[in-house]
Structures are given as C-alpha cells and as structure tokens.
C-alpha cells in the first residue's frame, strides 16, 4: 500500500491531474503429462507495479518489477513523459467518466487450497485422466494433460480515491487427445477445463469425464460418421458452441475500443457502430450477457482494473442491442459511467477493454422441445476449428462431434458440418432457446503488447431455423 500512494503522489506532483498505480503478485504451479509420461514441473513466482496517468489528455504507462522507491519512481516518470509526450499529437485530450468509487478487499475461498497439495498429488488428476481414457479402449497415441493453478494477489490505488484489493486463485486442466482407429485420425485439441477456486473445483468437475466422453466420441464419428446433409436446414447447437459465438460475435465487437478504432491495426474492427445502440441485431429470444461477477467462474472479478464495481452486462436484450464494453476513457466518450470492462493480464500491462464471462442467456426450452419438430437438421456439439472476418461479421464454424438430427430424433455421427454465416444473420435466425446454461473456459487475445484474459464462454442450447449449412 506505501509504494502505492508513493507511486500516485509522485506522479501528481509531476504534473498528472489522474494516476493509478497497480500492484500484482501471481504465484502458481504448472504439470503435464505427454503418453503416461511427466513432464516435469513449473514453479510460477512473479510481481511488480504498473502505472498510469493522465497528463494534459495524454495517456502513459510504465511498469517495474523493482519494489524500490527509486525504481517505481522512475517508472512514474516514465509515464508522466509517456503522457505529455502523447498529449502534443492528439486531436482530443482523453477524459473519463464520473464513476463511485469504493476502498474494498475481497478473495476468493478455497475449500482446498491447491498451495497445501504436493505436486504429487496434482500429478495424480492427470494419471486418472490418463488411465481412464485408456480405458475405454479407443486408441489414443497421442494424450497431451496439463495441469495449473495460480493465486492472483492484486491492489490498485487510483488518485480519485479507489483501493481495491483483491485475492482470486485459478485452478485449470487441459488434454489434447488425438484418437487413431481403422486408420483414421480425429482430435480434440487443448479441451480445457477452469475455475477460480479451490482444487475443489476440478476434482468436483471431474475432467477425466469429459475426456472419456470425447474420446468415445471421436471414434464413434471414425466408425459411424457420415456426410452432413447441405443447403438451408435447421441447426441445433450447443452451450459450447453458442460460447463461442457469442464470444466472437458478439463480445469482441462490442469493445468499445475497437468501435472506436483504437484496435483496428492490432486486432481489428467491429461492424458495430456508437448509433446502433437500440438497434435490433437478433431475434426476440436472443439475450447475450457477460457477467464478471458469476462465483468461480474463469473470468471472475468483483471490481475491474480501474476500480470501477462490476457487474452483469447485457449486451443484447431480447433482440436489441443494448451495451458496449467499456472502460471509463469509453464510458466518456458515450456520455456513460463505465460497466467496469477495465482488465490487464499482469503487471506490465495496460488495463484495456475486456470480456469475462460471456453467454446466451436461456430461454424455456428443454433439449427435447429443441428438437421434436426438426425434420432435417444437424446437432452441433462443439466444434474443431472458428473463424471471422476482422469486423466480426462474416463467420464460420465446423463441428467436430455433431449428430443428424431427422423427424425429432437424434441419428448418426455426421462429419465436419460448416455453418458459414453472418453475425446479425446468425443472431435473427434463433427461434429457440434451452433452459440449461453450461460454460466453457478459454484465454482471449487482445492487445499489443498482447494480453490473454481468463474467460468463460457457453450459455444455452439453441436452434438456428433454415441457416446455410454446407459439406466440406
């Protein structure tokens, strides 16, 4: 806390009318497994302060990983000069917007703190994982099971009166399983499952369950796997499918840093524009959120990286669209108090706009009413390979596990079905949406220097009616 209010009155008294110092501290441990062998372990131990602040409407930032006064002083000045330096070649000085501020702490408990087990132990989820596949007798050469669990500490002053400390572990299990049978060879890569939280959690999840359901899946498809029917047919997916739609097509081009062209050389641009607030871009049963606040989840946090409280946000209600992301530089410029999308991965990183946990929100459907009148269709479980246009519009999806769908009944394995789609295309032509939510995690990209969040994907089954499915 002393190096932090250091920090923001050094960087006041150099002239910044807006500071905020950050302070991180992530400790963690990594595993894995490659064909039943170890492949040693990783000790993870890093910390530092980032700083950032305003100077005549110009932005700077500066980190050091040298918790001395001299050093953190140095870096203050370094983004003082950052700040004035980028302040002579804007046309607009940046503002940001009014927000409550709070001094709060809060952590996330573990029932069974990962720092307590011995690598060993750890060693053993992936050796269950790794003997239950095998037991399945599907010929799987190539296993690839990682583990990881890290303890994010963190503090953030900002000169307009914010401190947040915060204490959030993560824990995760990853497999790649390549399934080889009647000289075929199907994959699912890097499945991840994730939480923040105990080692509770992933013992609770079970992952040597889902590996198992995807391994009997892959060799089923090899056996059973026919052509998918093509044209215009009615589609089913599934949360993780709808995740990672929502993710792609909705999520990244509603940053309000990327409609605003800030990320357009990095990562790209959105088709979403500032006027189309209000517009209509699905159907009445779509409703897209992303929620920071969801208990364990991947993307949690309670207050973002600007010290601003979070909380759901709903990009999408009933059809319309309804928020942007934003951070409070954003939130000004729409004449809005920020809904606290503020995140930075470590340190030595910027806060940019971010998503955490974004999802289709469900509807009223059971799976079964999803598809008792689909007389030809496809169901998607989840998928191998994605891909989007840089204005996140055009898109397309090809199904890893998926099944015929024929007069309400689910039938055989089909191969690689393709759904190659517009965003507002894809959005308009749900007419139905499942009960159950189901989430997926995954690490989001962004940034330069590049910056990959924790984040949950998923949401509720869906049907898509008479969308352009075609064979590879």
């Known amino acids: 806390m002393d190096v932090l209010e ?5 960087a006041l008294e150099l002239g910044a009318s807006y500071a905020e110092a950050r302070f991180e ?7 894995a497994i490659k064909n039943g062998n170890p492949e040693g372990l990783q000790v993870l131990a890093d910390r530092g302060i980032g700083v950032r602040v305003l100077v005549d409407g110009g932005m700077g930032f500066a980190s050091t990983n040298v918790l001395t006064r001299e050093s953190v002083s140095e870096a203050v000045r370094k983004a003082v ?12 000085p940046i503002r940001f917007s009014d927000e409550d501020f709070h001094r709060v702490s809060y952590k996330v408990k573990m029932k069974k703190d990962f720092r307590d087990v011995s690598p060993e132990e750890k060693l053993e989820l992936l050796k269950k994982i790794e003997e239950e596949v095998k037991a399945t007798g599907v010929n799987v050469p190539m296993r690839y099971l990682m583990y990881s669990d890290q303890l994010w500490k963190k503090e953030i002053l900002t000169s307009e009166g914010a401190y947040v400390k915060s204490k959030i572990p993560r824990v995760s299990v990853t497999y790649n399983l390549v399934v080889f049978e009647n000289g ?24 040597w369950k889902w590996a198992v359901k995807d391994a009997q899946a892959l060799k089923r498809l090899i056996y059973e796997g026919k052509r998918p029917p093509e044209g215009k ?15 792609e097509s909705v999520g990244h081009p509603y940053e309000a840093d990327r409609i605003f062209g800030r990320e357009a050389a ?16 699905g159907s009445e049963v779509v409703t897209v959120i992303d929620d920071p606040t969801i208990p364990n989840s991947w993307g949690f946090y309670l207050y973002d990286d600007e010290g601003v409280k979070a909380r759901p946000r709903y990009l999408i209600r009933d059809g319309i669209i309804t928020e942007f992301l934003t951070n409070r530089e954003y939130a000004y410029k729409l004449g809005q108090r920020s809904n606290a999308s503020a995140r930075a991965i470590n340190y030595n ?51 890893r596990e998926a099944y015929l769908i024929e007069n309400g009944e689910l039938k055989h394995p089909v191969r690689r079905p393709i759904l190659e789609i517009t965003t507002r295309a894809l959005w308009s032509s749900v007419d139905a949406v499942g009960k159950e939510v189901e989430f997926y995690p995954g690490t989001c990209g962004k940034g330069e220097p590049g910056q990959g969040v924790p984040v949950w994907m998923g949401g509720a089954h869906a049907r898509l009616r008479e969308v352009p499915l075609r064979r590879p």
Request: hydrophobic residues 40%; proline residues 5%.
């Open 6 to 10: 250091f920090a923001v009155e050094k």
């Open 25 to 31: 501290e992530k400790n963690g441990t990594s595993l």
């Open 81 to 92: 000069k950052l700040a004035r330096a980028a302040s002579k070649v804007r046309n607009k």
């Open 184 to 207: 075929q060879m199907e994959q699912a890569p890097f499945v991840q499952r994730a939480f923040s939280g105990g080692l509770e959690l992933i013992e609770r999840d079970e992952p």
């Open 233 to 247: 047919i009615d589609l089913v997916i599934s949360p993780e499918v709808a995740g990672i739609a929502v993710h």
């Open 266 to 281: 990095q990562a790209g641009e959105s088709f979403v524009k500032p006027n189309m607030l209000g517009e209509r871009i």
């Open 349 to 399: 990183r910027e806060p940019i706009v971010r998503m955490a946990n974004t999802y289709l929100a469900p509807g009223d459907y059971s799976f079964e009413e999803l598809i008792e009148d689909v007389k030809l269709g496809v169901y998607m479980v989840s998928f191998n390979e994605w891909n989007i246009d840089d204005r996140r519009y055009q898109q397309r999806y090809i199904g």
